[in-house]
């Protein structure tokens, strides 16, 4: 058990390091993720963020987008920032691993995890899935936004390398399975392009909680 523990949490430092390396650096300012998200008002639209009071930010390294995204909205309410770690270019609120969210049920109106998914292997996922579940709102909505795999394998590894590979780069169909029976009421691929930004396709899922 002790064995078993120690090696995860390695796991977790290696992932963490590849979170903040020199891409995510080059990526965590505000003009960064806004050159990355090309339709805010779109996302705006669909986590009804002008409208939202209590919203939740989960990042490794980029939680500087959000209070830009909050301020296009005229938000209520500032996000509550929350990362692996502290540090980047616009310190957290909180530190804590995504997978354990230190909040109350049913916490949160609107939750934003971008660009976090490739950094986490699968059981990470569901278990971040969970505990977005466990913190929404009745009436709540959750985006979670990825860069997305190409068909073409060459392509495919330089696209990893050039974000700090290794990376785990989840299509359509393989998000949309580890993040069903973890809570939600309805999953729905969004649109959020076009991407110029680096080119790398995206992957974007909308997770609801029934009002």
């Keep these: 058990m002790i064995r078993r523990r120690r090696e995860a949490i390695r796991a977790r430092r290696r992932r963490l390091a590849r979170a903040r390396g020199l891409p995510a650096r080059a990526l965590d300012s505000q003009a960064a993720?806004?050159?990355l998200f090309p339709?805010?008002?779109?996302?705006?639209?669909?986590?009804a963020l002008?409208?939202?009071?209590?919203?939740?930010?989960?990042?490794?390294?980029?939680?500087?987008?959000?209070a830009l995204l909050a301020a296009r909205a005229g938000a209520k309410a500032m996000p509550v920032r929350?990362?692996?770690?502290?540090?980047?270019?616009?310190?957290?609120d909180l530190v804590a691993w995504p997978g354990s969210l230190p909040f109350r049920d049913?916490?949160?109106?609107?939750?934003?995890?971008?660009?976090?998914?490739?950094?986490?292997?699968?059981?990470?996922?569901?278990?971040l899935a969970r505990e977005i579940a466990r913190v929404l709102a009745p009436g709540g909505a959750a985006l979670l936004?990825?860069?997305a795999p190409v068909r073409w394998a060459p392509l495919d590894a330089l696209h990893r390398r050039l974000l700090g590979a290794p990376a785990d780069l989840r299509g359509w169909g393989r998000l949309a399975a580890l993040l069903t029976e973890c809570g939600f009421d309805a999953?729905?691929?969004v649109e959020l392009g076009p991407h110029a930004i680096p080119p790398i396709p995206r992957v974007s899922a909308l997770a609801r909680k029934r009002p």
């Design 50 to 66: 002008d409208r939202a009071e209590r919203w939740l930010d989960v990042s490794l390294g980029g939680g500087a987008f959000a």
């Design 39 to 47: 339709r805010p008002d779109r996302m705006i639209e669909l986590l």
């Design 33 to 35: 993720r806004a050159a």
């Design 187 to 189: 999953i729905d691929l």
């Design 82 to 92: 929350l990362d692996a770690a502290a540090g980047g270019a616009l310190p957290p």
């Design 145 to 147: 936004v990825e860069f």
């Design 106 to 127: 049913a916490a949160f109106d609107a939750v934003t995890a971008l660009h976090v998914l490739r950094a986490l292997d699968d059981d990470e996922v569901r278990a």
